[in-house]
């Protein structure tokens, strides 16, 4: 048990979710225990409704469980208090949203050094960093542009840099792609893929069986409870192109 | 259906939608229009009761004092001043020339006049006692209200001077040391009451005493003792004066009939002649004070109401987006738009400026006592057509100018858009941001909600620099009032100081009270405004307590300067009431000045704290997932 605490980047033991109350109750996330190994990347699929989204806050502490335990990187989190948990998600937690959710009046590489600035890094070590990122996800020369300035894929590109600021234990991305066309998602994919290779914690949300199928592992969702677990071969080895249906 | 009863219909709907909203905006515009309606109802409300009091007195028409530095004590920047006083017979060839004058009916007097200090208990007061026979007077015969009339060693004292003493009925005084009993408190038409008698130049006031320059030189009570009793109280450092009431063929023409005397005939150094009207006139000054008091404060309110009703708007407007999408959709133009959402806030406007006309109309007889110097109701406060008119028209200002920038705005805003609800982008104030970079995070988050709606912080900027002004304008008004009532004063009350601290207590709760609503109207629209951000915040590692910070801090940051602000505007603005009256301005000690400062500002914070508290208490989830 021990072991398995250290082990695991992410663990969870009974995690529930819960609204309303009576004949309204609705279980988002019906008790599911998980374990993600640091260095995984795991795909989370599911109908729309199904409480992948709800799991994902559940992991990275944007929501309280209604019951169940939840481990981060050894560190129990389901019972900290918001401000103890405010720092795990500065820290250790990197989110990716679907609607990318940037500040609409902050330049890319604002956006990006906003959370080390908030972790009360230096300014100009935080604009290094972030100025570094935009260069590593090819987007240097857009350091400047507004968020309106910029396709939906930069835009994706610029919140991914932006997660990747404090160099989190674990990046969580609900949905990355569900707003992007396929050249778009292809840039992002390539990104995640980068990521992966750089030994990064993934934990991908998503409707898109091609998306999954770049992962490690992938756990299919119903109705708030896993029903599938599958450990992926192929993943990332194939052509993330012709994934996307990019290749002719 | 017709186009207005179209634009109608919604009003009422969604006035109905949103009665907290639309009860808000009321209840700014309404303080501002009641306390205007107030400061407006006050004109000539003492003339009825002074017309009471001459016919109950058998008031004179013409006052004249003969001897004695007439009208100088009192002035404005005038040390009492003394010309020699005329020799007696000069004095009685003047008497004789005024009762003989060709429109004169009838005379009272001439009434010897001393100048002395009365004494009761540690009060020490300047008065001047007026000789008279103990038989009533057929012109000007003071109304006793309690006791009876002069008697050897007992005194009579005017009613407004008895109370602003504490003396009654029974009660021991001392003029210069003599002893007396108070026999009477009385009233008469003939002289303002106290403290006023010596207030305007060229009036009916004798008062010249060795020791006054110890004591108030303006404020003079009024007392009667028998003849023999004031010719004892003379000497040669306080002469006598002398006071001869007229009675004119025409009392309308009495000050044609002082100006041309005047002119013509009157002494160099002697005293001078006062029309019945002049004294009315100075009856008044009790409630003019009130008027220079509220009229300023009218003011105040109605740009404290055009800062709240302002952020309430912008407020609603944000809400609105989607229901102008859905007009315009139906095929409504950008001006009906526009003429939608003013006539909203046009509506309130005017229920709060007829609530204003009504509710200052029934307020003014509360502060409209015409004082204990007069007997009788006060008259029914007048509000004018052009009253109403500048009310209704300060009113439609505020609302108007706090709706047509965000009409027009949301009028000309794309219908798809619109449809799609998406609120206003944000502004980028890229100076701001680099600044905020530096600063720990609370500070920095609050400069970024700054930089994305700095009219909103321009307003809390306003609303705290109209506070602070009517705040300092209050401390200005009491430490003047505190040199002028210093230990080496008479120690005695004031009537019109207490008053005007009665309109400024009303005032200053009205002022707060609004200044609160507003911060607490602006901290929430700004919670509001935004959810979006500070939940990617959270998401990105700040705490709610960060959060809660940065959302003081965006209230405070611009409050600073609005208090600081408020300070220079607070002292000229007691100035400006202040102009011509005798009691100059004193600045309030510095530590007063910053104390209201401080005071503003954690007002503020303390306003901001609590809906910032509720605004970030929601899980992030949940505002990602309505916000995305």
């Given amino acids: 048990m021990t072991e398995t605490v250290t082990e695991s980047m992410l663990r969870a033991r009974g995690l529930g979710k819960e609204y309303g109350k009576g004949d309204s109750l609705v279980r988002a996330v019906d008790h599911v225990d998980l374990d993600v190994p640091a260095g995984e990347t795991l795909a989370v699929m599911g109908p729309s409704g199904c409480g992948k989204s709800t799991l994902l806050h559940l992991l990275g502490g944007l929501d309280r469980p209604s019951a169940g335990e939840l481990w981060l990187a050894g560190q129990r989190i389901d019972e900290m208090s918001e401000r103890a948990l405010a720092?795990?998600?500065?820290?250790?937690?990197?989110?990716?949203?679907?609607?990318?959710?940037?500040?609409?009046?902050?330049?890319?590489?604002e956006n990006v050094e906003l959370p080390a600035l908030l972790a009360g890094r230096a300014p100009r070590a935080a604009r290094r960093r972030a100025s570094e990122l935009l260069d590593q996800i090819g987007l240097a020369d857009r350091a400047r542009h507004l968020p309106s300035q910029l396709s939906g894929g930069q835009r994706q590109r610029v919140a991914i840099a932006r997660a990747l600021a404090n160099e989190p234990l674990i990046v969580l991305a609900d949905e990355p792609t569900g707003n992007l066309d396929s050249e778009a998602t292809l840039d992002v994919l390539e990104l995640f893929e980068s990521l992966h290779r750089a030994g990064q914690t993934l934990v991908i949300v998503t409707h898109d069986a091609r998306i999954a199928a770049t992962a490690d592992r992938l756990i299919s969702m119903r109705d708030g409870a896993f029903v599938d677990d599958t450990r992926l071969t192929g993943g990332t080895a194939g052509s993330l192109s012709a994934l996307v249906g990019l290749d002719s | 259906?017709?186009?207005?009863?179209?634009?109608?219909?919604?009003?009422?709907?969604?006035?109905?939608?949103?009665?907290?909203?639309?009860?808000?905006?009321?209840?700014?515009?309404?303080?501002?229009?009641?306390?205007?309606?107030?400061?407006?109802?006050?004109?000539?409300?003492?003339?009825?009761?002074?017309?009471?009091?001459?016919?109950?007195?058998?008031?004179?028409?013409?006052?004249?004092?003969?001897?004695?530095?007439?009208?100088m004590v009192g002035l404005p920047g005038h040390a009492p001043q003394n010309f020699g006083v005329p020799p007696l017979a000069e004095i009685r060839a003047e008497a004789r020339s005024l009762v003989s004058a060709r429109d004169v009916t009838g005379h009272g007097g001439p009434y010897p006049v001393a100048s002395v200090i009365l004494r009761m208990g540690h009060i020490a007061a300047p008065a001047e006692a007026e000789g008279r026979d103990r038989a009533a007077a057929s012109l000007d015969q003071p109304v006793l209200t309690a006791g009876s009339w002069v008697r050897p060693d007992g005194i009579v004292l005017e009613r407004t001077f008895a109370e602003a003493l504490g003396a009654s009925v029974g009660d021991r005084v001392t003029l210069d040391g003599h002893p007396?009993?108070?026999?009477?408190?009385?009233?008469?038409?003939?002289?303002?009451?106290?403290?006023?008698?010596?207030?305007?130049?060229g009036g009916d006031c004798v008062f010249d005493h060795p020791t006054s320059s110890a004591l108030s030189a303006i404020s003079i009570g009024l007392a009667w003792v028998t003849e023999p009793d004031a010719r004892a109280l003379a000497s040669s450092a306080a002469p006598l004066a002398y006071e001869l009431d007229l009675k004119l063929k025409d009392p309308a023409a009495a000050p044609l009939f002082v100006s041309h005397y005047d002119a013509e005939h009157r002494l160099a150094g002697s005293g001078g002649l006062t029309s019945w009207q002049s004294i009315a006139y100075d009856d008044g000054l009790l409630v003019q004070d009130e008027q220079q008091v509220l009229t300023p404060g009218a003011w105040l309110l109605g740009l404290m109401a055009l800062a709240s009703v302002a952020v309430l708007v912008g407020g609603r407007m944000s809400e609105q987006v989607r229901r102008v999408g859905l007009l315009k959709a139906v095929g409504a133009t950008p001006g009906l738009v526009a003429l939608v959402l003013l006539a909203e806030n046009v509506a309130v406007a005017l229920v709060a400026a007829a609530a204003g006309l009504l509710g200052g109309w029934l307020a003014a007889p509360l502060i409209t006592s015409p004082g204990a110097g007069l007997v009788g109701a006060p008259g029914a406060p007048s509000l004018t057509a052009a009253d109403a008119g500048l009310v209704v028209a300060v009113a439609l200002a505020v609302a108007l100018a706090s709706t047509l920038v965000p009409g027009i705005r949301a009028a000309r805003v794309a219908t798809v858009t619109a449809l799609a609800d998406q609120a206003r982008p944000p502004r980028r104030r890229g100076v701001l941001i680099r600044v905020s970079r530096r600063l720990p995070a609370p500070l920095l988050l609050g400069l970024r909600v700054i930089a994305r709606r700095p009219r909103r912080g321009l307003l809390t900027a306003a609303s705290i620099a109209v506070t602070v002004t009517g705040l300092v304008a209050v401390l200005a008004f009491h430490a003047t009032v505190d040199v002028r009532l210093d230990p080496a004063s008479s120690g005695l009350g004031d009537p019109v100081i207490d008053r005007d601290e009665q309109m400024l207590v009303v005032l200053t709760v009205a002022l707060v009270g609004l200044a609160a609503l507003n911060a607490i109207v602006t901290a929430?629209?700004?919670?509001?405004?935004?959810?979006?951000?500070?939940?990617?915040?959270?998401?990105?590692?700040?705490?709610?307590?960060?959060?809660?910070?940065?959302?003081?801090?965006?209230?405070?940051?611009?409050?600073?300067?609005?208090?600081?602000?408020?300070?220079?505007?607070?002292?000229?603005?007691?100035?400006?009431?202040?102009?011509?009256?005798?009691?100059?301005?004193?600045?309030?000690?510095?530590?007063?000045?910053?104390?209201?400062?401080?005071?503003?500002?954690?007002?503020?914070?303390?306003?901001?704290?609590?809906?910032?508290?509720?605004?970030?208490?929601?899980?992030?989830?949940?505002?990602?997932?309505?916000?995305?």
């Fill in chain 2, 524 to 628: 929430w629209a700004t919670v509001l405004e935004t959810r979006r951000s500070s939940a990617v915040a959270r998401a990105l590692g700040a705490s709610p307590r960060q959060l809660s910070a940065a959302l003081v801090a965006a209230q405070l940051l611009p409050a600073l300067p609005g208090a600081v602000l408020g300070v220079p505007l607070g002292i000229g603005l007691f100035a400006l009431a202040r102009s011509g009256g005798p009691r100059g301005t004193i600045v309030p000690p510095a530590w007063w000045l910053a104390a209201a400062i401080l005071a503003a500002l954690l007002a503020v914070a303390a306003l901001t704290a609590v809906p910032a508290r509720i605004g970030v208490g929601r899980p992030v989830a949940d505002v990602l997932r309505q916000e995305t």
């Fill in chain 2, 1 to 71: 259906m017709s186009r207005a009863l179209f634009i109608g219909r919604l009003v009422v709907r969604d006035l109905r939608h949103r009665p907290a909203q639309a009860f808000l905006m009321l209840l700014a515009i309404t303080a501002a229009t009641t306390v205007l309606s107030m400061a407006l109802a006050l004109h000539g409300v003492t003339s009825q009761p002074y017309q009471h009091t001459r016919a109950a007195t058998r008031g004179p028409d013409v006052v004249a004092v003969l001897g004695g530095p007439v009208g």
């Fill in chain 2, 180 to 201: 007396y009993t108070v026999a009477g408190i009385a009233v008469t038409a003939a002289n303002p009451p106290y403290p006023n008698m010596c207030f305007s130049p």
């Fill in chain 1, 87 to 109: 720092a795990v998600r500065r820290d250790a937690v990197g989110f990716v949203f679907q609607s990318f959710q940037l500040m609409d009046e902050l330049t890319a590489v």
